[in-house]
């Protein structure tokens, strides 16, 4: 199982940004996905999730509105396009999926900041 995110970077609040998953070692399509983030001196916290045939999806309450996870299970990928963004949402970005135990990427790296 490996899981590499992509698509951090440096960006000035209100801006968007997107982050990229790509899977790999799994039958995609079958696992529930999730993004989390962890900020300096905090604990990882849930970001959102989303269900194998990407029908349902949840968010934690400080993202709604403004983030969107989506996937596309022909490229065994899953996103979180994340708009108006806050120094707040400073974090390092994990993906993450239940597969014979918890599997987390290396993370990616978003710092809102002007």
């Known amino acids: 199982v490996q899981l590499v995110e992509s698509g951090g970077g440096l960006v000035q609040p209100g801006g968007s940004l997107r982050l990229s998953c790509a899977a790999s070692?799994?039958?995609?399509?079958?696992?529930?996905m999730s993004w989390y983030r962890q900020a300096p001196g905090k604990e990882r916290e849930l970001v959102a999730s989303?269900?194998?045939?990407?029908?349902?999806?949840n968010y934690a309450d400080s993202v709604k509105g403004r983030f969107t996870i989506s996937r596309d299970n022909a490229k065994n990928t899953v996103y979180l396009q994340m708009n108006s963004l806050k120094p707040e949402d400073t974090a390092v970005y994990y993906c993450?999926?239940?597969?014979?135990?918890?599997?987390w990427g290396q993370g990616t790296q978003v710092t809102v900041s002007s």
């Open positions: 989303i269900f194998g045939n990407g029908g349902t999806t």
């Open positions: 070692g799994f039958t995609f399509s079958s696992y529930f």
């Open positions: 993450t999926t239940l597969v014979g135990g918890r599997r």
